[in-house]
């Protein structure tokens, strides 16, 4: 198993950048992507971005591209969000999830999440 860990959240005005980081430990030889997801309060959980482990493919919700920026470390076994230009409305708890192959992301790992809190 594998288990993914948030960090870098914070508070920042709008316009402003933040980096979250999602370190995974345990079977990290058998993940197949990393993804970020965001939680605002009275809302679903959405997705924000993905990388695939091995060949660096990435993807983003239409809402972020242009200004997020999802990349890996393999060395360090740890994926990075690079957010610029936040807006208050993405305030959100952002988690970051790790499967071992194509299933569904809520059966892959997640970690407990870090907060983000865009001020306008």
């Known amino acids: 198993q594998v288990q993914p860990v948030e960090s870098g959240g914070g508070s920042v005005q709008a316009g402003g950048s933040l980096k979250l980081s999602c370190a995974a430990s345990?079977?990290?030889?058998?993940?197949?992507?990393i993804g970020w997801f965001r939680q605002a309060p009275g809302k679903e959980r959405e997705f924000v971005a993905a990388i695939r482990w091995g060949a660096g493919w990435t993807n983003y919700a239409d809402s972020v591209k242009g200004r997020f920026t999802i990349s890996r470390e393999n060395a360090k076994n740890t994926v990075y969000l690079f957010m610029n230009d936040l807006r208050p409305e993405e305030t959100a708890v952002y988690y970051c999830a790790a499967r071992t192959s194509s299933v569904t992301w809520a059966a892959g790992s997640w970690g407990q999440g870090t907060q983000v809190t865009v001020s306008s």
């Open positions: 345990g079977r990290t030889f058998s993940i197949y992507d």
